[in-house]
């Protein structure tokens, strides 16, 4: 099925240090959203964004809404161990009921 | 427990054998998915309930896959006749609000069940 692209399909950073990720879509989307999942988990959100051009924290993280709505951006700042896991973006049309998922991130945090 | 809820947690069949995944969702909640991940993939949705209603089932892979609610809250997946491609975590989420409405993404997943199909 039509997936959202994600890459690397891993990343490994230093303690401390900032992380990028981004996720595009050849298909335009209405919200975008960021999961993260820990093993044996489910998904658990992040951020939701619904507005082109958008951007919105939480915490250290930020991400933002594309303003041509085929692309989002979620940035980590200051990691620490815990942000260790699989980052997915989503996205959601509201013409149907679905979430459209990229096949996610691993994330790795050397202390 | 306040959140979503699924069992078993790992289910391992034979090839031909039928599974029943059961999925109990957040009490109250009117939206009820099911998704499956495979290995190293994102979720991919499966089906969708609002109460007890199956308003979209496109994303079931073939006619061996049926899943019901039929009290509008406890969802059950079944999978007949289980083939090796079949092996993925399935995934439940439930949402307080009708599918199709702007704040729907704020879904809410359970643990999954892994189904190893040898």
């Known amino acids: 099925g039509q997936q959202l692209n994600q890459s690397p399909q891993s990343m490994f950073i230093q303690e401390g240090e900032d992380v990028s990720m981004n996720c595009t879509s050849s298909?335009?989307?209405?919200?975008w959203l960021w999961y993260k999942q820990d093993p044996g988990e489910g998904p658990v959100l992040l951020i939701a964004?619904?507005?082109?051009?958008e951007l919105t924290s939480n915490g250290r993280l930020t991400a933002q809404f594309g303003i041509t709505r085929k692309d989002s951006f979620l940035n980590i700042s200051a990691s620490i161990p815990s942000d260790v896991g699989i980052y997915f973006c989503?996205?959601?049309?509201?013409?149907?009921?679905?979430?459209?998922f990229g096949k996610g991130i691993t994330l790795s945090v050397r202390p | 427990g306040a959140g979503v809820s699924q069992s078993p947690r790992y289910k391992v069949a034979k090839r031909g054998q039928d599974v029943a995944l059961r999925c109990d969702p957040i009490?109250?909640?009117?939206?009820l998915f099911w998704y499956q991940q495979a290995l190293g993939q994102g979720p991919e949705f499966l089906t969708y309930?609002?109460?007890?209603?199956?308003?979209?089932k496109s994303g079931l892979p073939s006619d061996r896959f049926f899943a019901e609610r039929p009290e509008g809250s406890v969802s059950t997946l079944k999978i007949q006749r289980t083939q090796q491609e079949d092996s993925a975590v399935y995934l439940c989420?439930?949402?307080?609000?009708?599918?199709?409405?702007?704040?729907?993404?704020?879904?809410?997943f359970g643990s999954g069940t892994q189904l190893s199909v040898l």
């Open positions: 989420a439930s949402s307080l609000v009708a599918g199709n409405s702007a704040t729907n993404e704020k879904l809410f």
């Open positions: 298909s335009i989307f209405n919200t």
């Open positions: 964004l619904y507005k082109a051009g």
């Open positions: 989503a996205g959601f049309t509201g013409a149907n009921s679905k979430l459209t």
């Open positions: 009490s109250g909640h009117v939206s």
């Open positions: 309930f609002q109460n007890e209603a199956q308003l979209d």
